[in-house]
């Protein structure tokens, strides 16, 4: 049986007030990085954390992305499986590049970074066990090709 599109695209809806919340866990932890007083003794640091923290913005507004202009539910969940995995590895990425820094802030952007990560997996581990369950119960014309 091929996927149902409507029971897709209900999964794919996420719940606004949590997007609210990583967003502005995002700005804080974009406000520590651009305006605390950051420092590092490694050359590039502190513009290689902020890029980073860039692309994890990016990645997370992608997990609220519209998935309805790709035509197959199928895609669309392996789109959203994708942004979710991409979310968590972008974050990931982060702190690794927080590790080489020093200053005042860096207990702040410690935690804030914390606060993102436990934002981030409080929801979206669930949501992507759900929409992996959904790709491994089609069967039919969606797997012929």
Known sequence: MALDADRV????????????????????????????????????????????????????????????????????????LAAALAAKEALARCEEASAALDGEARAALAACLAELRRGLEERIDERAAHWARLLDSEIGEDTKE
């Open 9 to 80: 695209r209900r999964s794919l809806e996420l719940d606004g007030a949590w997007l609210a919340e990583l967003r502005a866990r995002w700005n804080a932890l974009a406000d520590v990085a651009v305006w605390g007083r950051l420092g590092s003794g490694e050359l590039g640091a502190l513009p290689r954390l902020r890029e980073r923290l860039l692309e994890l913005g990016e990645k997370l507004a992608a997990l609220q992305a519209s998935r309805a202009w790709i035509p197959r539910p199928r895609e669309q969940l392996k789109s959203a």
